[in-house]
């Protein structure tokens, strides 16, 4: 029983006609012939004006994307628009008072051009937060190209014609219109409307129900690492998602990261319990380790969690700590076994909100004839690997369809991604091909938890979602 995909369209407000009138004159507004010879400029004059227009492009391109990576992209977008917009409006003002000069141009070009390198390294960065990743790669990129490209050539144009057949008073209006532009669009995203609506097959039948599920893990990176594929499968399906990282704290470098990989894979926010790493003392400075934590407040967090999204699913990490048995992955797979046999009995945690009994309990784990390609690879940065027996797992999940958003996810964790034994680090310096035979497959074993409901028939691993395979 298959699903049938529900056309997607991400529309924000139209950004199109707002950018042509934006640059109309762009091309020549601080730069026109016209003006130029008004203002008697020099071959230096222009040379300079011309440099002073394009180094910032230059200087700020890598800084602007660190710069904008670690921020909120709206209000990039809406503070480089204003700070444009006030820079360009100078231009008019001045030469309506009788003051326009080549100081004033040579002031002007490098902030507009700086707050420009911001703005369009934040209108790039904005795209994965309002397209999943499996369709950037070729409709996605081309609208993007043309929302930048297209108002261009109008205003370049325009502008020109402008510049070249008006005089001083009618030589301010590309300026005057950028101006307006500027303001008009402030704070808009590019529009990014896909043509996979009219490829879409027509929905003949309704859709299965897919059941929600959450997934609790020891550290970000394990959710993508190990069930990155089936979160965004059940995001495919329109169902809940949702993932609880049981360590690091939520202020610190990870927890960004964490945001973006779960934005990719459609599954909500970070919820994050803030934990110390085992390993790793700066994970959450001033709090407990979380195996040092009492077991009983852990899985009284966990119990909160569980009857605060009442999922149908629960997957969290095997019994032997996944391939290189972490103590922390240990620790988080004892705590949610109690957890969701003690989320659907009203008598405990009575704190933690209404009994929520999950219909379905799966550990990630790796059998033995599974392990593949990634116990060299552990074995080469010295690390243990640990599988189960072939019979422990019960389900195997072929993950392709959503391989493009998982590997995404997955180097969301770019500090991970950027470390020499880092699970991520190595799946990064490792061919395509290579990479696709260790990650294309999830492993689970299967924990049916408290009494059988009729829910439960609906969150076995069958092929009843989207997909070519076994799925949850």
């Not at 950018?19 to 071959?43: K, T």
């Not at 040579?106 to 507009?112: D, K, N, S």
């Not at 397209?131 to 020109?160: C, I, K, Q, Y």
């Not at 407040?297 to 119990?303: D, G, I, N, P, R």
């Amino acid at each position: 029983m298959l699903a049938a995909r529900t056309p997607f369209i991400q529309r924000v407000p139209d950004r199109g006609v707002c950018e042509s009138a934006g640059h109309i004159g762009a091309h020549c507004g601080a730069c026109l012939p016209s003006r130029f010879s008004f203002c008697n400029a020099s071959p230096v004059q222009v040379a300079t004006l011309a440099a002073l227009s394009q180094a910032p492009a230059f200087v700020l391109a890598l800084p602007a994307g660190a710069y904008v990576d670690q921020r909120a992209k709206r209000p990039v977008l809406t503070g480089t628009d204003l700070v444009a917009a006030v820079a360009v409006a100078a231009i008019p003002l001045t030469a309506l008072g009788g003051r326009s000069s080549f100081p004033v141009l040579y002031a002007v070009a490098p902030i507009v051009r700086s707050v420009t390198v911001l703005h369009l390294a934040a209108a790039i960065a904005i795209v994965p937060e309002l397209v999943p990743v499996s369709f950037l790669l070729h409709e996605v990129n081309s609208r993007v190209g043309s929302a930048f490209s297209l108002p261009d050539t109008p205003g370049a144009h325009a502008g020109m014609r402008e510049g070249w057949a008006r005089r001083r008073d009618q030589a301010r209006r590309p300026m005057s219109w950028r101006t307006v532009g500027r303001l008009t669009r402030v704070g808009r995203p590019p529009v990014i409307r896909t043509a996979l609506t009219r490829r879409s097959p027509p929905v003949t039948s309704p859709s299965p129900v897919v059941p929600s599920l959450l997934g609790v893990f020891g550290h970000p990176d394990d959710e993508s690492l190990l069930i990155g594929g089936v979160l965004a499968q059940h995001a495919a399906g329109h169902a809940r998602t949702a993932v609880v990282t049981m360590t690091w704290a939520p202020e610190s470098p990870r927890a960004t990261e964490l945001a973006d990989a779960l934005r990719v894979l459609g599954a909500g926010v970070p919820r994050m319990l803030g934990y110390g790493d085992a390993r790793n003392p700066h994970a959450a400075p001033g709090r407990p380790r979380l195996v040092d934590a009492p077991l009983e407040e852990v899985t009284a967090a966990l119990v909160h969690q569980i009857r605060s999204f009442r999922p149908d699913i629960v997957v969290t990490h095997d019994a032997v700590g996944q391939l290189t048995g972490h103590p922390d992955h240990r620790r988080t797979h004892q705590a949610t076994l109690l957890a969701v046999h003690a989320a659907g009995l009203a008598c405990l945690y009575p704190d933690a909100g209404e009994p929520w009994q999950p219909s379905a309990l799966y550990c990630a784990t790796h059998p033995e004839s599974g392990v593949g390609g990634l116990g060299p690879l552990l074995k080469s940065v010295g690390k243990h690997v640990l599988a189960v027996p072939d019979t422990y797992a019960t389900t195997a999940i072929d993950v392709t369809p959503w391989l493009e958003q998982k590997e995404a996810a997955i180097f969301a964790h770019r500090g991970e991604a950027a470390r020499e034994r880092s699970l991520p680090g190595l799946l990064a310096r490792l061919r395509e091909d290579a990479r696709r035979t260790i990650t294309a497959t999830e492993y689970f074993t299967r924990l049916t938890p408290g009494p059988v409901s009729r829910r439960a028939a609906s969150t076995h691993l069958t092929p009843s979602l989207p997909g070519p395979s076994g799925h949850f």
